[in-house]
């Protein structure tokens, strides 16, 4: 079975949302929702100790997803700890993006030396076809959340997934591109993920089929440093996971400090044959 | 799964190494081996510039100052070529001028007849730029000076001001890692200098320079690039000089004016993008945006 060396802890992603979230999408491969505690929210006490830990090892980015990390209730805090040592990304689903949370997100990446992104998810350029995967209404709640964002001056990632084959298309990226021009974004930045048939998308669309599998010889110029894995770990209130996607399958886990997570991973899972052939990078 | 299984199946999991076992896998994953690169020096005040990109007039300015600066070297960190006009009036300047240099990725790209210049660009207008650039270069670059290229090293040390300096195109351990200030955290400058044994490490590859001072001491800088301006609105492009002071060694980002309206004119006579052209005049990045992170994006005009 093949297996994929850490070569240096680049990106630490933090599950500051745990599974909990204000939407319960069709598609979420970790099937977050209002009930779902899976995964608890980190504390700022925690995210620090694990800030520490990382200081250690070199990284050079950090990313918070859940989960909804704006329902933590010290997630700004817990950036303005972050943006002290590196820079962050936060991944949301745009819905508790009021105009004072955006100011205040404003202030803190003026206030520090490293960048703060945001990325907000959005899975159709019409309520019509966002809405049935993402929940009644979101579509209209996350236009305003975004169009706070840049009245604050801030550029965030729209991110979309290919549940809709359009949305990877040059005519829906050309689409989604003026939705964002249209609420006053100048400079608008996309990004397209496909779907991990696992969590909720398996039971939307189908789970992995027997043969979607990684062998040994499938590994480029025999190298998996194309894979995010070689540089990143996932931070969850449980320990550390090898990467975003697995949290919530019990062999992603691969230790309780990230000193302990430095050997190598077992390609063992079909979500790693999706990164693989989609060529697939969490971070933006 | 249910929820109790699965966090009684996750506690399980996880290593079994010794305390020991374990410090010396960590100890391990942190060292890097040995470069075997000699060291060069030491010297008391040289000039160190990076990205050329075929701008000969910037070149001999930047070769005139050194000289009026009284620099015992000058280094250049690489990417010779792309962007500007008649990539081959650049070589006899660098020999010339006795300039020492380290390959970018262009010169890995060109010298081994690779078909782009491994920018690695997403954005498919960046890659329509990226390839037109490239391609002209490709075209207009003698075989001599392509060999030439390749048989300059991949990396140099320095001696200056009691300080040994690792010379990088990108970043020590990758030629086209891009180190932003905005991104380059200073635990992660820590890791890298410690990984390398040196005292810090001077890049480019990015385009846009900064200077930074670490807790243990290291410094590190990128230096920019002489072959186009830094996406700040002006016309001057820059370098770094390094000097040896009673305080210790000074890094610092200078600016350097040149014929920018001749480089213009050859750029249209050329018939180079008008957007090329565009940056040249106005000291705005017009391609190859979307490698900025959002500081460094939100202070960019486009």
């Known amino acids: 079975m093949p297996a ?3 070569a240096s802890l680049d990106t630490l992603w933090f599950q500051v949302g745990g599974t909990v979230c204000n939407l319960a999408c069709t598609h979420c491969f970790i099937s977050c929702s209002p009930t779902n505690h899976t995964h608890e929210m980190l504390t700022l006490a925690e995210v620090e100790q694990r800030l520490a830990e990382a200081a250690a090892l070199g990284v050079k980015e950090y990313y918070f997803t859940g989960g909804e990390p704006f329902l933590n209730p010290e997630m700004e805090a817990i950036l303005a700890a972050t943006l002290r040592q590196g820079p962050a990304t ?21 206030g520090s030396e490293y960048s703060l992104d945001l990325r907000v998810s959005l899975d ?48 829906g990226k050309a689409r989604f591109f003026a939705l964002l021009s249209g609420l006053g974004l100048a400079k608008p930045r996309l990004k397209v993920l496909p779907v991990f048939h696992l969590g909720a998308e398996a039971e939307r669309s189908g789970a992995y089929e027997r043969w979607q599998r990684l062998a040994e010889g499938d590994a480029p110029a025999g190298s998996w440093d194309h894979l995010q894995c070689s540089s990143c770990r996932m931070v969850t209130d ?27 991973f077992h390609l063992d899972h079909p979500a790693c044959w999706t990164c693989h052939v989609h060529g697939v990078s969490c971070r933006t | 799964m ?41 010297y008391r005040r040289v000039v160190v510039f990076g990205g050329v990109y075929n701008n000969h007039h910037a070149l001999a300015a930047l070769l005139e100052e050194a000289s009026r600066l009284e620099a015992e070297a000058v280094y250049c960190l690489g990417d ?97 890692e891009f180190l932003f ?59 770094a000089l390094l ?28 018939e180079l993008p008008e957007e090329f052209v565009a940056t040249v005049r106005t000291g705005w990045w017009t391609t190859c945006l979307e490698i900025l992170p959002p500081k460094e994006r939100a202070a960019s005009r486009y």
């Not at chain 1, 076809?129 to 996350?142: E, L, M, Q, W, Y």
């Not at chain 1, 964002?149 to 005519?171: D, F, I, K, M, R």
């Not at chain 1, 449980?238 to 190598?264: M, S, Y």
């Not at chain 2, 060694?249 to 050329?270: G, N, Q, S, T």
């Open chain 1, 238 to 264: 449980q320990g550390v996971w090898v990467c975003p996607i697995l949290v919530n399958e019990p062999a992603g886990k691969i230790g309780e400090r990230l000193a302990d997570t430095l050997d190598p």
């Open chain 2, 2 to 42: 249910p929820l109790e299984e699965f966090r009684q199946a996750a506690a399980a999991a996880g290593r079994t190494l010794s305390p020991g076992e374990r410090r010396a896998a960590l100890e391990g994953w942190l060292a890097a081996g040995e470069d075997g690169v000699p060291v060069e020096g030491p």
């Open chain 1, 4 to 6: 994929v060396a850490l």
């Open chain 1, 90 to 110: 936060v991944l949301t689903n745009g819905l508790l993006l009021d105009a004072g949370r955006c100011r205040r997100l404003a202030e803190l990446a003026a």
């Open chain 2, 80 to 176: 010779l070529g792309g962007f500007g006009p008649h990539p081959d009036r650049v070589w006899p300047l660098l020999r010339e001028g006795g300039v020492a240099i380290i390959q970018g990725n262009y010169e890995q790209s060109l010298a081994s007849g690779a078909t782009d210049c491994a920018c690695g660009y997403t954005d498919p207008r960046d890659n329509h730029f990226a390839a037109l650039s490239y391609g002209y270069t490709e075209r207009h670059t003698s075989p001599e000076f392509k060999r030439w290229m390749g048989e300059q090293p991949a990396r140099r040390r320095i001696a200056v001001g009691g300080r040994e300096l690792l010379l990088v195109h990108g970043s020590p351990r990758r030629v086209n």
């Open chain 2, 243 to 270: 000097e040896a002071r009673r305080e210790g060694l000074a890094i610092e980002i200078r600016p350097l004016r040149y014929h920018f309206e001749a480089l213009a004119a050859e750029m249209r006579a050329e």
């Open chain 1, 124 to 171: 159709g350029f019409t309520a019509e076809a966002n809405d049935p995967i993402r929940g009644a209404g979101s579509f209209r709640k996350v236009m305003a959340g975004v169009a706070n964002l840049a009245a604050a001056g801030l550029n965030p990632v729209l991110t979309v997934t290919e549940v809709h084959a359009e949305n990877a298309t040059s005519e």
């Open chain 2, 181 to 239: 200030a905005s991104t380059a955290p200073l635990p992660f400058l820590e890791v890298l200098v410690a990984q390398n044994r040196c005292h810090g490490f001077l890049c480019t590859h990015t385009g846009l320079p900064w200077v930074r001072s670490l807790p243990s001491g290291a410094q590190v800088a990128n230096v920019g690039v002489i072959g186009r301006p830094a996406n700040n609105g002006r016309t001057e492009v820059c370098f």
